[in-house]
């Protein structure tokens, strides 16, 4: 009767989100009377995971989920719950994690609300509270089936920690004929993903052209950041389509969000709803984004930037 | 090769969004209606395999009358029929049903849905739809190519991108970079007239029912003021971002 919770890990190392959802399952476990137990595929040490309330693991190792398989990794994760009568399953609301989820309600004929940003407010009626409208809003939302599938929000619940030890054992699923084969895999291995980054920056029209973005870049590496851009930049094809933030792009939730010579259309500032702090650099004290900021600066790019890149640097040699 | 494509009506991405009947309701009042943004990156790309490789596209929705206007848009764009299942679907699962239905009746080789619709980002229906109709299945696809029952497709992944070959059936969530921004259509007056003779089927929807139930909304609380710094002051930003907000 546990609940069991998906902890994703890439190269045999967890990622931050799995500790973010193992928190947000020992929040349901104790909601519900009950342990926390996780499936993991291909990780390698799983003891961390008990520093976020998890009593037990289920270790997959097989080289067959080296490359990940949505559907070979969902059965396993239904063939988990099913050892487990785990009636509730979480996952994170990664690429991959938001890739298997259906597949998982489908399997366990659960009901599924994504993009849950809190733990359940009541676990009878199953109820939690999730974004919608591209985050312009929040949907109570039940689930009444018996098994139930929650996606969790990145950085929406954050990590809880709990002075617990987690018990592994090994778990040999049986893995179904896939579909969908990995040819290859095109992933900068020394850049933050937008999806993993605590803190992006993001540079919009105001930089007047792709040849602009050095200082962008700059400032993302003193911050360990990674790199956004509005539509137009990504439309006018000065960067790619995979850094466009907003409601057509992608969603970003970061702690820190840095957004220079970005006007703030209401499209993109729905995709960065979920940030922590927001920051403006604008030449125009009119810009909507002001309005949606934490902290703004008026002042042009040109010279504001180069000028933090400087006294970041500074602090953060003082601060190392 | 027939492909359906998965039409959500769905609110402008500048619409307000407000609510009614003690906040239970998505409020549509002065609201304009389109086709969901991915949904259109989806279409656009079906209609080149019906250019290029002879591919017979119908557009579907689950929805009321209301929803008709956007399935005609689509056809002004170029797809051949349509069809919507006249229901008031009350969660993803539910579509997933009716649509499952609705490929399973049609023998459609490829769907082609949006990865989520821009409304309730529930980005379920495509992969419970692939599940349900024993399909293949690419989510966040950037590219699609398709030759005889072989598939390439490019798939978004966090920090990258993943080359996957597949075959058909296959259901696709498709988004921008199926087709650029630049090669999507506005109808023309010929495709708008051509629209009105083709078939728009109403077809009644199965006993499926709704897994989960919107209970009511909620809108985000309002926001404080923003702090301004002086352009001069930088040290000052660092100090706010460090000490108050505790962000760096």
Redesign the interface.
Known sequence: MSVLVYTESEQGKFKKTAFEVASYAKAVADQMGTTVTAITINAGDTSELGNYGVDKVLNVSNSDLDK?S??AYASAISQAAKQEDAKVVIVSS???S??????V???LE??????VVEAPSSTSPF?V?R???????????????ESKVVGVSQNSFGLVESNGSASSEDFSPSIPSI??????????TD??????AE?VVSAGRGMKGPENWGMIEELADV?GAATACSKPVS?LGWRP??E?VG???KPVAS??YIAIGISGA??HL?GI?SC??K??INTDPEAPF???????????AF??VP??IE??KA?KAQ?A | MKILVCISHV?D??SK?N?TDGDTK?DTNGVQFVIN??DEFGLTRAMWFKEKQGAQVTVVNVGGPETEPTLRKALAIGADAAIRVNTEAK???QV?KELANVVNDGGFDLVIAGRES???????????L???TNA?????C?SLDVDGTNA?AI?????????????LPLVIGG???LVE??DLRIPNMRGIMMARKKPLSVVEPTNAS???????????AP??A??????DN??E??N???NE?K??
Not at chain 1, 98 to 103: F, T
Not at chain 2, 157 to 163: A, S, Y
Request: no cysteine; charged share 20%.
């Open positions: 990940f949505a559907n990664s690429a991959d938001k890739y298997l989820a259906p597949i309600a489908i399997g659960a009901g599924y609300a994504s993009n109820t509270k974004t919608a409208f591209t985050n312009k809003a929040f949907n109570m939302t039940t689930i009444d089936t579909g969908v084969t990995v040819q290859s895999v095109d992933k900068a850049k933050v993903s937008i999806a993993d803190i911050l439309d389509h995979s466009h409601q057509t792009g702690n820190l209401i499209q729905a709803n922590k702090v920051v403006v002001f309005k949606a900021a934490d902290y703004g600066v008026v002042g042009d010279e504001v000028a933090l006294k970041l602090f601060n | 609110p991405t500048t969004i609510f998505f943004p991915n969660d993803g699962f997933a821009i409304d309730y980002n529930g980005a379920m229906v495509p992969g419970m692939a599940s349900l293949n299945f690419v989510t966040n950037i390439t798939r978004e992944i966090d920090g990258g991108k993943e080359t996957v070959a597949t075959s988004q921008k970079g921004e630049s709704a897994e989960t139930n919107s209970v009511k909304f909620v809108k985000p926001k404080g923003v702090t301004l710094v002086d352009a930088i040290d930003l660092i706010l971002l460090h907000a962000a760096i």
